[in-house]
């Protein structure tokens, strides 16, 4: 949880096709309560490698960001058991570079 504060923009915008607009606060929280459990079964997501797309952006010639789109499958986990598929969808991350360290920005989250 520590990584995922510092990687995330204070001023996060996170877009959900079913659960709509989450800022940084509420996402933070809904990581720890839902996503990262401290007992029980854990909800995962793997990214579909073959799907992943990054294009960078540049201002006058300098990189400042950069637009990541692919499809993650999500996953139950639990201890002993063989994950189970519960869901797909796809994702668009816009990351900015700022000074030495790349801050998610921007989520979308959608085709559920």
């Known amino acids: ?9 204070d001023s996060l915008k996170f877009y959900h ?5 989450q ?5 933070m929280h809904n990581t720890r309560q839902y996503i990262c459990p401290e007992q029980g079964a854990k909800p995962i997501r793997k990214r579909d ?3 992943l797309e990054v294009f ?6 300098k990189l400042y960001g950069a637009i990541q789109n ?3 499958r999500f996953y139950l ?10 869901g797909t969808a796809r994702f668009s991350h816009v990351w900015l570079l700022q000074g030495d360290q790349w801050k ?9």
Do not use: I, Q, W
């Open 70 to 72: 692919g499809v993650h």
């Open 17 to 21: 096709d079913k659960s709509g607009f």
């Open 49 to 51: 490698e073959n799907s």
């Open 1 to 9: 949880m520590a990584y995922l504060e510092m990687a995330v923009s």
């Open 77 to 86: 986990r639990e201890t002993g058991k063989e994950d189970v598929l519960t």
């Open 104 to 112: 998610l920005s921007v989520v979308l989250s959608y085709d559920h």
């Open 23 to 27: 800022d940084k606060a509420v996402f």
């Open 56 to 61: 960078p952006l540049y201002k006058d010639g």
